[in-house]
């Protein structure tokens, strides 16, 4: 199957700065990506869609300030967590779809850990 | 808007045995369904795609129905190994571009 690539896979900063998660479609050109928040043993919390050259959609409740999304080429989407605190520690996960089957594939996840 | 069940939300399986996994949405109107596998800590890998023109897929000792018209699929796990042990999801794709997750089926298969 496809291959979604996602950078870093763990990731720990100091409180108030700024943290880039990296998601990348390998083999094909990814029209959508989606960027998802999961707490533990919970469900996938859907925070943005991306489609690639225009502005991301937010989720009610998501803060657009706060999660910056850049979907900027058919292959790489950007997560900047800005003045990140302890509660943004979490894991993010990406998503991305544009084959013509509709299927979606994942990357690996980041584990981000706020101090 | 689409809501995604899927039950149980945990099960236990002694090794060896066959197991099925349910999942049902509540429109009828999809595109396709995929059935995916998480390990802890883990991203989401794809195991069976079904598009709404489908009745089943099979890859190996999976074998994924679905019944459009009920609203329901079944994902179907032959001869049950410890490897399988992992939280299961399916996502129902509409015929825009939206994406709708259940809340996961946690599979232990105990050796």
């Known amino acids: 199957g496809a291959v979604v690539s996602q950078h870093p896979s763990r990731v720990i900063c100091k409180s108030g700065t700024s943290v880039k998660i990296e998601c990348r479609s390998l083999?094909?050109?990814?029209?959508?990506m989606f960027w998802y928040r999961q707490f533990p043993k919970k469900s996938l919390m859907l925070m943005a869609t991306s489609n690639e050259g225009s502005k991301a959609t937010y989720e009610q409740g998501v803060e657009k300030d706060k999660f910056l999304i850049n979907h900027a080429s058919l292959t790489l989407s950007t997560l900047t967590v800005t003045s990140a605190h302890p509660e943004d520690s979490s894991f993010y996960i990406c998503?991305?779809?544009?084959?013509?089957?509709?299927?979606?594939?994942f990357g690996e996840g980041s584990r981000l850990t706020v101090l | 808007k689409q809501e995604v069940t899927q039950i149980p939300a945990a099960l236990s399986v002694p090794e060896g045995e066959n197991l099925v996994l349910n999942c049902s949405f509540t429109?009828?109107?999809?595109?396709?369904l995929q059935w995916f596998r998480q390990d802890p800590g883990k991203g989401l890998t794809s195991l069976l795609l079904i598009q709404s023109s489908q009745r089943e897929q099979t890859s190996g000792r999976l074998n994924a129905s679905l019944d459009k018209s009920s609203g329901r699929s079944t994902l179907y796990i032959a001869a049950s190994q410890p490897g399988d042990s992992a939280t299961y999801l399916c996502a129902v794709k509409n015929t825009g571009n939206q994406f709708y997750f259940g809340t996961g089926t946690s599979l232990t298969v105990i050796p």
């Open positions: 083999d094909f050109q990814a029209t959508t």
């Open positions: 998503s991305a779809s544009g084959l013509n089957t509709g299927e979606l594939f």
């Open positions: 429109d009828s109107a999809i595109y396709n």
